[in-house]
């Protein structure tokens, strides 16, 4: 087998629809590499989540994605260089350099990207759902955004609580509130959020009943497969702009790569290449 010029992977559970190794992929042939993106799957491969990623460097992977239940556990197994990615606690983008791993969080910048390509306008008062790995990405993202009320949901309110503890830390004006219900939640607000895995294959179901989304704004779902979620479908048919976790794909992918590789992308091109590839 001939050796890749950038050898990556993805550590997570529930990965086997994920389309990371062919935007990685695709992106290397933009630029004349040859990339390896595997899948590390810890219960398929017989070990660990510490093992499988204490083996990375060893195993010559340059970096890996972190996806779901694992991000907030690699933030303690790496070296955060910037301040905000060690406040979210959680990262998804890792490079093992020869002083040890450092960690990135690309789902905050993916967010904040795919919130400013779908809208021009503050977020208003927002309702997150979730505060694990990617909800504290998205959190710290609207905090960026100068959302004027975060409503934290989550069914553990310690876990909550913390979040809220660590945004109201940035000492931003916005004001931030922790619930254990949605639907309570969700009244009154302009944006709703999805950061569970509820909706993904194999999580099926919603966050948030339909009649809970009347007179909201606008709906994001952190869930890209399936694009098309009952969360996403509900909001669109109650009239919501709405912005598909599969732009928070595109972009997390789009910034890990400069991580990865340092080289440069035809953004537009590699959106193409990668709808072309769904269609065929």
Not at 99 to 109: A, H, M, R, V
Not at 129 to 144: D, P, Q, S, W, Y
Not at 250 to 261: I, L, N, P, R, Y
Request: glycine share 12%; net charge negative; hydrophobic share 45%.
């Amino acid at each position: 087998m001939t050796k890749p010029d950038l050898k990556l992977g993805l550590i997570g559970d529930n990965i086997a629809r994920s389309r990371a190794p062919s935007l990685h992929r695709l992106a290397g042939a933009q630029n004349g590499l040859a990339v390896q993106y595997d899948r590390l799957i810890p219960h398929e491969m017989g070990e660990p989540f510490d093992m499988v990623f204490d083996r990375c460097a060893e195993r010559g992977y340059r970096g890996i994605n972190v996806t779901y239940p694992y991000k907030e556990r690699a933030a303690r197994k790496v070296a955060i260089g910037d301040p905000l990615v060690a406040a979210i606690g959680a990262v998804n983008t890792v490079l093992f350099e020869p002083d040890g791993p450092k960690g990135q969080n690309t789902d905050y910048s993916g967010f904040v990207a795919a919130y400013r390509a779908a809208r021009r306008v503050a977020p208003g008062i927002c309702c997150l759902i979730g505060t694990g790995g990617v909800g504290r990405a998205l959190a710290f993202g609207l905090l960026a955004l100068e959302a004027e009320d975060i409503r934290l949901v989550d069914r553990d309110a310690a876990k909550a609580e913390a979040l809220a503890a660590d945004l109201r830390a940035a000492g931003k004006p916005t004001r931030i509130r922790c619930f254990t219900e949605a639907s309570t939640a969700a009244d009154g607000a302009q944006g709703l959020l999805n950061g569970t895995p509820v909706g993904m294959v194999g999580y099926e179901g919603t966050p948030l009943p339909a009649g809970a989304m009347a007179g909201a704004e606008w709906a994001f779902d952190a869930v890209y497969t399936p694009v098309d979620t009952q969360f996403l479908t509900d909001a669109e048919s109650a009239g919501l702009v709405i912005i598909s976790g599969y732009e928070l794909f595109f972009w997390q992918g789009v910034h890990a790569w400069a991580h990865f590789s340092g080289m440069p992308l035809d953004q537009a091109a590699l959106r193409q290449s990668l709808a072309d590839e769904t269609q065929s």
